[in-house]
């Protein structure tokens, strides 16, 4: 029930890109990240920015999602979606420099990092995270590193720190009793720890005196340049979205 219902509203909001919707209120920008609109984080996954960016997202979705959900129930499926959507994005906020975060790629590598640990024990997991498709994601982020170094806009932050998070909750899952608290306190920190160096209070007493990430993390932007920014009328169409 959870993989078909959001498969709709993928569907739904990348219909809704085409016509005259003010969809600005669902995107993760910096500046209103930092001043305490996490839920952005969530709602920017809803959002596409072309054909083939939301076929990618359906398409592996379905395949991981389906596995997850049927394992550990709709409400499981939906706290794994909440938690891998809002660390990936919010990682891929502090080194957007300044652009604002849509698609729900992290959510899908979560998903795969996630059931490519619990194959080891599970064969609907083994299945959804077959030897081809862990190839192909990882060599799909060195592709995307490549294309990002010559000018591109991928979200590829958000790709690894899902991988990141999702392996860390599969080992959560699977490791044995001495470690499992180690790997819990480590998959409790790598989420939170993107989420909360995005709040204005506290990236500006840390990684603000980094300069390379202080250029990087544009939290704080004058009220005309918002306006301009989040305008919908400037907002551009699926197929050129950043």
């Keep these: 029930m959870f993989t078909y219902a959001m498969m709709a509203v993928f569907i739904a909001f990348f219909a809704a890109q085409y016509k005259d919707f003010d969809l600005t ?5 910096p500046w209103r990240v930092a001043d305490g609109e996490v839920w952005r984080l969530l709602t920017a996954t809803f959002l596409h920015g072309s054909i ?9 979705f379905f395949r991981f999602s389906t596995v ?17 959507a809002s660390s990936s994005n919010a990682m891929q906020l502090l080194v957007s420099n300044g652009n604002s975060v849509i698609g729900a790629s992290g959510v899908v590598y979560g998903l795969f990092g996630f059931l490519w640990v619990m194959s080891r024990r599970r064969d609907d997991a083994a299945d959804a ?7 192909s994601l990882l060599i799909w982020l060195g592709i995307c590193a490549v294309i990002n170094l010559f000018g591109g806009n991928i979200g590829n932050a958000a790709h690894i720190w899902g991988l990141a998070v999702g392996w860390l909750a599969g ?10 608290a180690l790997f819990i306190a ?14 204005r209070p506290v990236w500006e007493r840390t990684l603000a005196y980094l300069p390379s ?30």
């Design 171 to 180: 080992q959560a899952m699977v490791a044995r009793k001495k470690r499992r």
């Design 52 to 60: 083939f960016h939301i076929l990618f997202n359906i398409i592996l």
């Design 25 to 29: 209120r669902f995107q993760a920008y």
């Design 129 to 135: 995270a077959s030897k081809y498709i862990v190839e």
């Design 213 to 242: 990430l202080g250029r990087g993390y544009e939290r704080a932007v004058p009220v005309e340049s918002r306006k301009a920014r989040e305008d919908p009328d400037r907002q551009a169409r699926p197929g050129t979205f950043p």
């Design 68 to 84: 997850v959900d049927n394992w550990l129930g709709p409400w499981g499926a939906l706290l794994a979606y909440v938690l891998f």
């Design 186 to 199: 480590a998959f409790v920190i790598a989420w939170a720890l993107p989420i909360a160096l995005s709040q």
